[in-house]
């Protein structure tokens, strides 16, 4: 399907690569081809939707849809407003995603990194932390996690599924906008991104996954 067949669509969900620029690309072409009334949504998991909408001729219209990973099993989908999407574009965004089957969680203000990756993020920082400091091996990291935290997967396992060059540009975009330096990068983390080692997608990650590829 090339782009001009899309223009009679009612709206559009961007889920190119986690950058701003290839972002605002999208939806400068998304918004020249669709119809004024047609949605135009992004499944960014960090990046502000306001700086998004501003590639566009019609900021109101701009909204998030951040569906988890794997879309197919995960209920919840946060749904983040730009300062100014419009109450209408919020409720018609929210409505795609309950017949989608669903559950829309709206988040009002655009904070870098939503709400999820507020709380995973972290966790993933940490662990690569604790792990290039020696202070544990990632599978008793992990196992920590799930059997005294009670999380259903560990850190490490999480950020190969996701991708770590992903759960990379998360982290540099949040550091970079919050000027926090909690949220520096993981020298170990940017190390493995350098060297190819992205997770299940690549084979091999914080774990070897090269049976499964």
Do not use: W
């Not at 989608?100 to 709206?106: L, R």
């Not at 990194?113 to 992990?142: C, H, Q, T, Y």
């Amino acid at each position: 399907m090339n782009l001009e067949e899309m223009a009679p669509v009612g709206a559009a969900i961007e889920a190119i690569v986690e950058k701003v620029g290839p972002k605002k690309e999208a939806f400068r072409a998304l918004d020249a081809l669709l119809a004024p009334d047609a949605l135009l949504l992004t499944n960014t998991s960090s990046i502000s939707i306001t700086d998004l909408a501003s590639a566009t001729e019609h900021p109101e219209r701009v909204c998030g849809t951040h569906f988890f990973t794997p879309p197919p099993v995960r209920e919840a989908v946060e749904v983040p407003r730009g300062l100014l999407t419009s109450d209408e574009t919020l409720q018609r965004a929210k409505g795609l995603v309950r017949a989608f089957g669903k559950i829309p969680i709206a988040i009002q203000k655009d904070v870098p990194g939503f709400v999820a990756n507020r709380f995973l993020m972290p966790m993933l920082i940490e662990a690569s932390r604790l792990l290039d400091e020696g202070v544990a091996s990632k599978e008793d990291i992990d196992l920590l996690v799930k059997k005294g935290l009670g999380f259903p997967i560990g850190p490490f396992e999480l950020g190969d599924f996701i991708g770590l060059d992903v759960g990379l540009d998360v982290i540099q975009y949040v550091h970079d906008e919050l000027g926090d330096a909690y949220y520096t990068p993981p020298r170990l983390l940017k190390e493995m991104v350098r060297a190819g080692k992205l997770g299940r997608k690549t084979g091999e990650g914080f774990y070897d996954y090269g049976e499964e590829t």
